[in-house]
């Protein structure tokens, strides 16, 4: 990654604010810039409380903030309700989630190729795609089988295949090996942290684990709503 290239996603100012019904307002963010670059990783950072998922949602467009803006590639995001930020979320991001969130009744194949099939591709191609990937991720005698046969790691692994198909250019994981056992967690961990090169993507790692944070190229924390980088 060169830091000569431009800002992949980049936050200007970003505020949030929260008004509960009947309660006081309560800030969440307070003036957040950060800048995340093609073939960059960077770790997010904080305890629960902190505004970390608030920021995470405003990064992955799920969220608007209530001041300051997210720019991806430069220009600022539609607006959430806007079927463009969705369309933007679908071909250009791609999720990882703790729980994994992987359709119960599909195989390991259907479930990475989803994302190509919802953007259109044909089902032979996206198979390809897809078990191409679930090959790259150790899975390629498990194609057939469902969540349910696969353990913990594999069904994470299948994510990080599905992440992966459409292509995207950013990929964000949010406590990636929150629920996995210590030798499925490093395994995933070293997939992970392996993508920007491999892929050319931006990974943005979400976790409570600061070991995990630290293999990161850069470790933002959030505290009292403000953002921190963490000297390596």
């Not at 790692?205 to 600061?210: E, F, Y």
């Amino acid at each position: 990654m060169s830091p000569d290239l431009p800002p992949l996603l980049e936050a200007r100012g970003l505020y949030k604010t929260f008004t509960p019904p009947g309660r006081e307002s309560v800030q969440v963010l307070e003036g957040v810039d950060l800048a995340l670059r093609a073939g960059e990783s960077a770790a997010l950072s904080g305890p629960s409380g902190s505004g970390k998922s608030t920021l995470t949602h405003l990064l992955a467009g799920t969220e608007a903030p209530t001041a300051g803006e997210v720019l991806w590639r430069g220009a600022p995001l539609p607006a959430p309700h806007l079927e463009a930020r969705a369309l933007w979320r679908l071909s250009e991001v791609g999720l990882i989630f703790q729980d994994f969130r992987l359709f119960p009744h599909l195989t390991a194949l259907e479930n990475a190729a989803l994302p190509l099939e919802l953007l259109g591709e044909p089902p032979r191609a996206a198979e390809e795609r897809a078990g191409a990937l679930l090959g790259e991720v150790g899975l390629g005698e498990r194609l057939g089988h469902r969540p349910s046969e696969l353990s913990g790691g594999e069904q994470q692994r299948v994510a990080i295949a599905r992440a992966l198909a459409h292509r995207p250019a950013l990929i964000i994981a949010d406590e990636p090996t929150g629920n996995l056992d210590w030798r499925s967690a490093a395994r995933v961990a070293d997939l992970l942290f392996a993508l920007p090169e491999r892929h050319g993507v931006a990974l943005l790692v979400v976790t409570h684990d600061l070991t995990l944070a630290g293999r990161a190229t850069r470790h933002w924390r959030v505290q009292g709503g403000r953002l921190v980088e963490v000297e390596a």
